[in-house]
């Protein structure tokens, strides 16, 4: 029933900041899937004994995407397939399933944030035995292997049935099929403090948890109404679609405007918070209070001793270059470890697995910790959940409180999107080219201490990774400019921002920031070479 079919590469298989994301249309041309999973199980070498984690956050093309690489996973020699019930896992989720059964990797079928449907994208995370997406020398040697990719190896058989729990065979492999989420709510009752929550929506407390019709939904229901008595109706769009219903399943104010506006309104729930379409970003707000990521990570780190899983003590923090250092400040209050990083969650992985760090964080709505090698939205939301229950705060005065005894960290991120791929390539050239000699110069009233490339040396596996540019005032304020690599068309740029304050705390992000968003322009003359003089996402 195996079946060696002929195949000619494509050219535009390479990974990006989180595995493979293409255009829908892109990947449904006939063997694009089957291309990619043979070149990464060529890559891999011998399959005989090995066991992988297959799942997703049910977007259009999951199905069908998930028959193929069973029947390619079988005739290719590998032992077991752990496969979520109809095919749903998410991505914190997966990453539990490969370190809990010491399997040898995982797929988790997701374009992530990006929007899903025949119009929207599609993508495949691939994941080693760590639980974490693999280092850029991997991928980089799969890319290779889809430029010179010949034939694939396909099972014959009908589709397999993924909707009931239990193991089948096919083609000789075996395949459990599991329940996606009992594992990770297990998870999740030995982490936090599930009793003293219990108690907090007992008295009363109102949340708003937006699932995005994305993978969380069946997770949250189980865990905020189920087990933890939220009012029933506190989670909403908790139903899976293939296309998201239509929404851009991106945690942030922009697109997750339903959330905002009603957490904003008189109705406002005391909580609210959203997550991505594979559930590992969260976005967290209050009763008309907004938490930047960067503050959320920094904020949940001064409070790890609140947290039973956490409560004797945490090895470090890390953060991406791109996000504010509002953490860092709480590291050297704690004297704990403290690392930058690259932006991508893979970045985190040896860190943690080395016990440098126990809790990391991006700005682009991503928070976590090393009971995963993924960054989980769940986690996040819980995490504050314990500490409103903890300390009896509302997530305003948690956030006020912080400020007031670390100064606030000012952040905005500006995306400029659909810019022509060479254009920006070309404007990042010279403006690297330009950045050292604009060190002692002084723009707008700020002088800037040092500019340049952001290069990271992995202290364990002592790789160097560039990614992004640095600009550095002495007050302490920062502009990071980075090409995103998770798009799956033309090139978004991002220009991250930040000022610093001791104790001017309550003004507006957007006008703190108005001089450096100038600078930030003006050196990089973004208006002039893109035609775009504002940016398309503000978050
Ligand atoms: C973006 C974010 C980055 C995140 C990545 C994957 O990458 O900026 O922080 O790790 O998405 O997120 P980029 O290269 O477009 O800036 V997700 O939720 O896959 O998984
Ligand atoms: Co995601």
């Known amino acids: 029933m195996i079946k060696t079919i002929a195949t000619t590469p494509y050219t535009d298989q390479k990974m990006g900041t989180a595995g493979l994301r293409r255009k829908s249309k892109v990947v449904t041309q006939p063997n694009y899937i089957e291309n990619f999973m043979q070149s990464i199980f060529n890559v891999i070498g ?34 077991r397939l752990i496969i979520g019930q109809n095919g749903f896992i998410s991505t ?19 374009a992530s944030h990006n929007p899903g449907g025949i119009n929207g994208d599609f993508g495949i995370k691939y994941s080693n035995h760590t639980g974490g997406q693999i280092p850029s020398s991997i991928s980089d040697k799969i890319y290779q292997e889809t ?12 589709d397999i049935d993924l909707s009931k729990l239990g193991r089948q065979e096919v083609c000789g492999m075996q395949i459990d099929v599991i329940d996606p989420v009992k594992d990770y709510v297990e998870m999740m009752e030995g982490i936090f403090d599930f009793a003293a929550i219990k108690a907090l929506f007992a008295k009363g407390f109102t949340m708003r948890f937006d699932a995005m019709n994305a993978v969380t939904g069946p997770y949250a229901l ?19 679609l293939p296309d998201f219903g239509g929404l851009h399943p991106d945690p942030n104010m922009v697109y997750a405007k339903e959330l905002v506006n009603f957490m904003f309104s008189d109705k406002a729930a005391d909580f609210g918070a959203a997550n991505d379409g594979d559930g590992d970003r969260n976005m967290i707000l209050g009763k008309k209070f907004f938490v930047t990521p960067s503050d959320s990570l920094a904020i949940l780190t001064d409070h790890f001793n609140l947290i039973p899983a956490y409560k004797n003590g945490i090895y470090g923090v890390a953060k991406s270059a791109a996000t504010s250092t509002a953490v860092e ?3 050297k209050a704690h004297n704990i470890g403290y690392y930058e990083v690259p932006t991508g969650w893979k970045y985190f992985v040896n860190l943690m697995d080395s016990k440098r760090i126990t809790f990391c964080g991006e700005e682009s709505f991503g928070t976590g910790s090393s009971h995963i090698r993924e960054k989980d939205g769940i986690w996040a939301v819980l995490f504050w959940l314990n500490i409103i229950a903890a300390t009896g705060k509302s997530v305003e005065e948690i956030t006020t409180e912080f400020w007031q005894k670390y100064g606030r960290s000012y952040y905005v991120r500006f995306d400029f999107e659909g810019v022509d791929t060479e254009v920006a390539d070309k404007m990042m050239a010279d403006l690297e080219a330009k950045l050292p000699s604009l060190a002692g110069q002084t723009f707008e009233g700020f002088k800037v201490s040092e500019a340049g490339a952001f290069v990271y040396n992995d202290p364990v596996d002592h790789s160097s990774t560039k990614n992004g540019l640095i600009v550095r005032f002495t007050d302490g304020s920062r502009i990071v400019y980075r090409l995103s690599g998770t798009g799956s068309s033309g090139a978004t740029i991002r220009v991250y921002l930040e000022r610093y304050s001791k104790d001017d705390l309550k003004n507006d992000p957007l006008k703190m920031l108005t001089e450096i968003f100038k600078i930030a322009m003006s050196i990089s003359e973004i208006p002039e070479r893109t035609g775009k003089h504002q940016a ?3 978050t």
């Open 147 to 158: 430029l010179k990719i010949k034939e694939y190896k396909i099972c014959d058989v009908a």
């Open 222 to 240: 189980k865990i905020f109404e189920e087990i933890l008595g939220a009012p029933k109706g506190s989670v909403v769009n908790y139903k899976p």
């Open 536 to 538: 398309d996402v503000v």
């Open 46 to 79: 011998e399959l005989k004994g090995k066991t992988f984690v297959v799942g997703g956050d049910g977007r259009y093309y999951n199905d069908v995407a998930i028959q193929k690489i069973i029947k390619m996973a079988a005739a290719n020699g590998i032992s």
């Open 92 to 110: 914190p989720a997966g990453s539990n399933i490969i370190l809990k059964n010491k399997a040898d990797g995982g797929f988790i079928l997701s």
């Open 329 to 331: 400040k709480v590291a």
